[in-house]
């Protein structure tokens, strides 16, 4: 059922290599390549619009579930709704993702809406990655939204990673803490060509003790542009940090604009970002290590973006 | 054997020029150790960059096992066997201890045990910092002793050291002179040591006074170390009166 293309696309945004994992839905250009529930997480077909439902019952714990999405179509666009319940006390894994094989010249775009309701005390380990490629001219293209709403005590662990292949993406993240609640969302990007990306991200920390963190890594290489806009908001006694950082190449651009607002005396919110080139000392201490030039920057990027 | 032939580097500034090294010309032999002591601004962290291919000379040659490596630049010669440990040495956001180890030592299968051991050579233990990131999180101190056990890692046949006892505490300072004592015994090693530390003064062959981009004295440290003592109260104007 799945070609070479596909295989490694799979691969590459959530290392599926054939083996059986527990929860899995696989999304081919827009329809339902393959799904399978098990007895604590249940899939199915949304019936008010594209996407799918996903309810994970009270108290899984160390289970899996994949739900990633590859286009091999050129010029297929679609926006799909996906919903997450994940009941109390749960611990779980979810990998979404987006591959995109374009090798037409017509655009292909996915543009996901995913959003979780985590229940009390429950935790979440979210990751996503987008990938794209293809020889056509047609430009791949993702935008994904996601809103989260975490309950009393539950937390939220997402890791969101693109590195090459997408031309535009525009990202939208808006995540509710409740009171004791914890989001780290760990954020890497990497950007060439005439790529652009937009980073938009609302953590609202609305209850007692909740706690936000930010980590933004990106590097923009050639003519491509960045633009972040981190906003932490604390609504009570509660801890936020926004952390933005960005290796600038060639000629790039990036603006990084990270607010932190607070509505509360006890709210304690620190922001930090900075933008800069390779160091050059960075370089030379790796070519006395034996690497060349090149090597160097590569290893100084892959550390950065790992 | 390190050869240095007549070795000038001249800076060019609005007011002129300025000469950092003049004319110098220099062999250390195999599994020696030197140190350059002198006088801040005397021209002794440009020598060791010469070496190291980190400023291009002026003028002059350098030859390293009988290879001209004038022309080479910092990769061949860090392939060559030649490694340099910086007297700041950079910080990597990203790169934690044991990744900058195995890029040093260039084995992608180094193993913690081998990680471990270069660490204890610079008295860190390995299991605080082999994960952790080359980062702001780490004081100078620490930096500084990574630094040199990189170049434990990488094993080159000639290592130099700028200034390695720099934001080092006692403690470790005592462990890190038994390590040079160490690759000194057991001649793994030509070592040139940047510094004005009596106890590494004291482990070296030939002690090399670079003042005013000029070697002015070189013997051993019996005949040396009173000369540095006497210059070191000369200099000092308001005393001498």
């Known amino acids: 059922m799945f070609n070479e293309i596909d295989n490694s696309l799979l691969e590459k945004i959530a290392n599926l290599t054939g083996k059986s994992v527990d929860a899995l839905n696989i999304r081919k250009d827009s329809g339902c390549a393959a799904r399978q529930s098990t007895e604590h997480i249940e899939i199915t077909e949304r019936e008010d619009k594209r996407g799918i439902v996903i309810r994970i019952k009270d108290g899984t714990v160390g289970e899996k579930c994949y739900i990633p999405v590859i286009i091999t179509k050129t010029g297929?666009?679609?926006?799909?709704?996906?919903?997450?319940?994940?009941?109390?006390?749960?611990?779980v894994e979810i990998v979404a993702?987006?591959?995109?094989?374009?090798?037409?010249?017509?655009?292909?775009?996915?543009?996901?809406?995913?959003?979780?309701?985590?229940?009390?005390?429950?935790?979440v380990l979210y990751a996503e990655k987008h990938y794209g490629e293809g020889d056509g001219e047609g430009k791949n293209v993702m935008n994904p939204q996601t809103v989260v709403y975490l309950d009393e005590g539950a937390t939220m662990q997402m890791e969101t990673v693109q590195i090459r292949g997408v031309d535009s993406t525009k990202r939208s993240t808006k995540v509710v803490c409740g009171a004791g609640a914890e989001c780290v969302i760990t954020e890497r990007l990497l950007t060439h060509g005439h790529q652009e990306a937009v980073s938009d991200m609302e953590i609202v920390l609305d209850g007692e003790d909740a706690r936000g963190r930010v980590i933004s890594r990106s590097?923009?290489?050639?003519?491509?542009?960045?633009?972040?806009?981190?906003?932490?908001?604390g609504n009570t006694r509660c801890f936020g940090h926004v952390q933005c950082d960005t290796i600038i190449m060639g000629d790039a651009k990036v603006r990084s604009i990270p607010e932190i607002a607070a509505n509360s005396t006890e709210a304690q919110l620190i922001h930090e970002a900075a933008i800069g080139k390779i160091a050059g000392d960075q370089l030379l201490k790796l070519q006395t290590l034996g690497l060349t030039a090149e090597e160097a920057e590569e290893r100084i990027l892959d550390g950065f973006l790992a | 054997m390190l050869e240095l032939k007549n070795i000038t580097y001249r800076v060019s500034s609005p007011d002129g020029g300025q000469t950092i090294l003049n004319d110098i010309s220099l062999t250390i032999p195999d599994h020696k150790l030197v140190v350059f002591t002198g006088p801040n601004g005397g021209g002794k962290t440009t020598l060791a960059k010469v070496i190291m291919g980190l400023v291009t000379p002026t003028s002059g040659q350098i030859f390293y096992n009988g290879e001209d490596i004038t022309d080479l630049g910092i990769t061949e010669r860090a392939r060559r066997g030649i490694s340099y440990g910086f007297q700041q040495p950079p910080r990597f956001k990203g790169i934690t201890v044991r990744a900058l180890l195995t890029i040093a030592s260039g084995n992608e299968s180094l193993s913690k045990d081998q990680c471990c051991r270069y660490l204890t050579q610079v008295g860190l233990c390995a299991n605080d910092y082999l994960d952790r990131e080359v980062d702001v999180s780490l004081s100078?101190?620490?930096?500084?002793?990574?630094?040199?056990?990189t170049l434990l890692a990488r094993g080159s046949s000639m290592m130099i050291f700028d200034e390695p006892e720099a934001g080092i505490?006692?403690?470790?300072?005592?462990?890190?002179?038994?390590?040079?004592?160490?690759i000194h015994q057991t001649r793994t090693a030509t070592m040139i040591i940047i510094s004005h530390q009596e106890r590494i003064i004291s482990l070296a062959d030939e002690i090399i006074v670079v003042g005013g981009g000029e070697l002015r004295h070189r013997g051993t440290t019996e005949e040396i170390f009173p000369l540095i003592m006497a210059d070191t109260l000369g200099s000092c104007p308001v005393l001498s009166r």
């Open chain 2, 140 to 149: 100078g101190g620490e930096v500084k002793r990574i630094e040199i056990a």
């Open chain 1, 219 to 233: 590097v923009a290489q050639d003519e491509s542009t960045q633009l972040f806009y981190p906003r932490m908001v």
């Open chain 1, 97 to 123: 993702g987006c591959g995109i094989h374009n090798s037409g010249c017509n655009e292909a775009r996915h543009d996901g809406v995913h959003t979780f309701h985590i229940g009390k005390n429950s935790r």
């Open chain 1, 76 to 91: 297929l666009q679609e926006e799909v709704y996906n919903d997450f319940y994940v009941g109390e006390n749960c611990d």
């Open chain 2, 169 to 182: 505490d006692l403690w470790s300072f005592a462990r890190l002179t038994e390590t040079f004592e160490q």
